[in-house]
């Protein structure tokens, strides 16, 4: 009895810790005065800006992550230390990202490039925060195709590109699919390696939770608007990652049962 | 006991070498003054500016301020000066990569006032970046990444090996003036209307005065 009690209780305290600053969010402005603030200039541009940069950087991390996944899910030796590697921007400190960005793209880094301050750079902070997000998952969803389908589809003719498209992609579309999301809604929220990276400019540079933190200096409200619109699109992603059957891949379980 | 101290991120390297004891949170003045909207605990308030603690004091969230030190603006480029920048106008050219601290930010604010006096206004055009405070506007010339930058004086003399300062000229300099405030609801506001009052001595002045602040007129 007492054990049920305790454990309710946790429950019950992490949950609310979890989800009282989000409600918060919302309690605090009423919903009309959100929408309003959302019709501020600046608040426009960080979204312009958010949206323009987050689809190039899912664009980048899709057409590069997906062929590295396939690659890094093959059996070989060294692989545990690659995959290793590719996930440490994962526990990073964005800090250290847009050092490393720095080091490696800067003006007098390893490549010498003219990218920092740039909406490039902005895709590029962006890209390497979401980038292992998707990789890993990728990685597991390609794993996690039987490899008995893969090779009766090769027994019964098709070549290894018609496999990939016909059998393995369409296998793997929900962890895929996931893995997506989730590097989206990370690089919405990119914001320590952008600000060092890429600077803050706005319409250029000044992404949504850019304007948040420049916002928090000047208009509380209006912090408060972009944040509310920010919670709501991340809730977005994740609940139509839960709640979309088709991506599930339910309707290959008699095939791949063995 | 310790007093938390909200200050000016110029303020960086004089004030652990006025009084190396207390603890300091440096960043822009008005991120600064929003965390003590926000009921942030602080016990002293050292601002960039008087307009903000000014506004503070109004909204009856800080004592009556006082102006404890000046200071003044400088353009600095990278010891390399890779866009060869050697007075405001060159700033102008297409290309270049001009980082200042955002509206808002004291020396941001003081930024657009030189530029405005000196019609030069312009140059606005070709600023990459906003930065929260001169130290990261400092940071990104220092590193060369950034063409040019505006900071005050006492900013450039803390990294004279990486960067060259072009002084403005008189007419165009606003009058920067620092104020610091005790912060209302301090749990201890009789240590920090002292430590207010020291900043104020003379061991305190001569440090401001030796990392190159301007004394109180």
């Given at each position: 009895?007492?054990?049920?009690?305790?454990?309710?209780g946790a429950?019950a305290?992490?949950?609310?810790?979890?989800l009282?600053?989000?409600?918060?969010i919302?309690?605090?402005?009423?919903?009309?005065?959100?929408?309003?603030?959302l019709?501020?200039?600046?608040?426009l541009d960080?979204?312009?800006v958010s949206?323009?940069t987050?689809a190039a950087?899912q664009?980048l991390v899709?057409?590069?992550?997906?062929?590295a996944a396939v690659?890094?899910?093959?059996r070989?030796p060294g692989r545990?230390?690659?995959?290793?590697?590719v996930?440490?921007?994962?526990?990073l400190?964005?800090?250290?990202?847009?050092i490393?960005?720095?080091a490696?793209?800067?003006?007098?880094?390893?490549l010498?490039?003219a990218?920092p301050f740039?909406?490039l750079?902005?895709?590029?902070?962006v890209?390497?925060?979401s980038?292992p997000l998707y990789?890993?998952?990728?990685?597991?969803a390609?794993?996690?195709?039987d490899?008995?389908?893969?090779?009766?589809?090769?027994?019964l003719?098709a070549?290894?590109?018609r496999t990939?498209f016909r059998?393995?992609?369409p296998?793997?579309?929900?962890?895929?699919?996931a893995?997506?999301?989730?590097?989206l809604?990370?690089?919405l929220?990119?914001?320590?390696a952008?600000i060092?990276f890429?600077?803050?400019?706005?319409g250029?540079?000044e992404?949504l939770p850019?304007?948040?933190?420049?916002?928090?200096?000047?208009?509380f409200?209006t912090?408060?608007?972009?944040?509310?619109?920010l919670?709501?699109?991340s809730?977005?992603?994740l609940?139509?990652?839960r709640?979309r059957?088709?991506?599930s891949t339910?309707?290959f379980?008699?095939a791949?049962s063995s | 006991m310790?007093?938390?101290i909200l200050?000016?991120?110029?303020?960086t390297n004089?004030f652990p070498?006025i009084d190396?004891?207390?603890?300091?949170?440096f960043?822009?003045?008005?991120?600064?003054?929003a965390?003590?909207r926000?009921?942030a605990?602080a016990?002293?308030?050292?601002?960039a500016?008087?307009a903000?603690?000014?506004?503070?004091?109004r909204?009856h969230?800080?004592e009556k301020p006082v102006?404890?030190t000046h200071n003044?603006l400088?353009l600095?480029?990278?010891?390399?000066?890779?866009?060869?920048?050697?007075?405001?106008?060159d700033?102008r050219?297409?290309?270049?990569?001009l980082?200042?601290a955002?509206p808002g930010?004291p020396?941001g604010?003081?930024t657009?006032t030189?530029?405005?006096r000196?019609?030069q206004?312009?140059?606005l055009?070709?600023v990459?970046?906003e930065?929260?405070?001169v130290r990261?506007?400092?940071?990104k010339v220092?590193?060369g990444?950034?063409?040019?930058g505006?900071v005050?004086?006492t900013d450039?003399?803390?990294?004279r090996?990486k960067v060259?300062?072009l002084a403005?000229p008189?007419s165009?300099?606003?009058?920067?003036?620092?104020a610091?405030?005790?912060v209302?609801?301090s749990?201890?506001a009789?240590?920090?209307?002292?430590?207010?009052?020291?900043?104020?001595?003379?061991?305190?002045?001569?440090?401001l005065r030796?990392?190159g602040?301007l004394?109180?007129?």
């Amino acid at each position: 009895m007492t054990r049920r009690v305790v454990v309710f209780g946790a429950t019950a305290i992490a949950l609310a810790f979890l989800l009282l600053p989000v409600v918060a969010i919302f309690a605090r402005v009423p919903p009309g005065r959100l929408f309003a603030q959302l019709g501020n200039g600046a608040v426009l541009d960080a979204i312009r800006v958010s949206a323009e940069t987050s689809a190039a950087a899912q664009a980048l991390v899709l057409a590069l992550g997906t062929p590295a996944a396939v690659v890094l899910a093959r059996r070989f030796p060294g692989r545990g230390l690659l995959v290793g590697l590719v996930e440490l921007p994962l526990v990073l400190p964005p800090a250290v990202a847009g050092i490393g960005l720095f080091a490696a793209f800067g003006r007098f880094g390893l490549l010498h490039t003219a990218i920092p301050f740039t909406k490039l750079a902005v895709v590029f902070a962006v890209a390497f925060v979401s980038g292992p997000l998707y990789v890993r998952a990728a990685i597991a969803a390609f794993e996690g195709v039987d490899a008995n389908v893969v090779a009766a589809s090769r027994t019964l003719g098709a070549g290894p590109t018609r496999t990939f498209f016909r059998v393995v992609l369409p296998l793997a579309r929900a962890g895929l699919a996931a893995g997506a999301a989730l590097a989206l809604a990370r690089g919405l929220g990119e914001f320590g390696a952008t600000i060092m990276f890429a600077g803050s400019l706005r319409g250029v540079t000044e992404t949504l939770p850019l304007a948040v933190y420049s916002e928090f200096n000047v208009d509380f409200d209006t912090a408060l608007a972009i944040s509310a619109l920010l919670v709501a699109l991340s809730a977005a992603l994740l609940l139509a990652l839960r709640w979309r059957p088709s991506l599930s891949t339910s309707r290959f379980r008699f095939a791949t049962s063995s | 006991m310790l007093l938390t101290i909200l200050a000016a991120a110029s303020l960086t390297n004089v004030f652990p070498a006025i009084d190396r004891h207390e603890r300091y949170s440096f960043g822009g003045s008005n991120a600064l003054a929003a965390q003590i909207r926000q009921g942030a605990p602080a016990d002293v308030f050292a601002s960039a500016d008087t307009a903000l603690p000014r506004q503070l004091y109004r909204a009856h969230l800080v004592e009556k301020p006082v102006v404890f030190t000046h200071n003044a603006l400088t353009l600095i480029v990278p010891r390399s000066n890779p866009a060869h920048i050697h007075r405001v106008a060159d700033l102008r050219r297409g290309g270049v990569k001009l980082v200042v601290a955002a509206p808002g930010v004291p020396v941001g604010d003081y930024t657009r006032t030189v530029l405005r006096r000196m019609r030069q206004s312009g140059v606005l055009r070709n600023v990459v970046s906003e930065e929260s405070d001169v130290r990261d506007v400092l940071a990104k010339v220092a590193l060369g990444e950034a063409d040019a930058g505006f900071v005050y004086r006492t900013d450039a003399r803390t990294v004279r090996a990486k960067v060259r300062m072009l002084a403005l000229p008189r007419s165009a300099q606003p009058r920067v003036s620092y104020a610091v405030a005790v912060v209302r609801g301090s749990s201890h506001a009789a240590a920090a209307r002292r430590w207010v009052h020291r900043l104020l001595g003379k061991a305190a002045q001569a440090k401001l005065r030796t990392a190159g602040f301007l004394p109180r007129r």
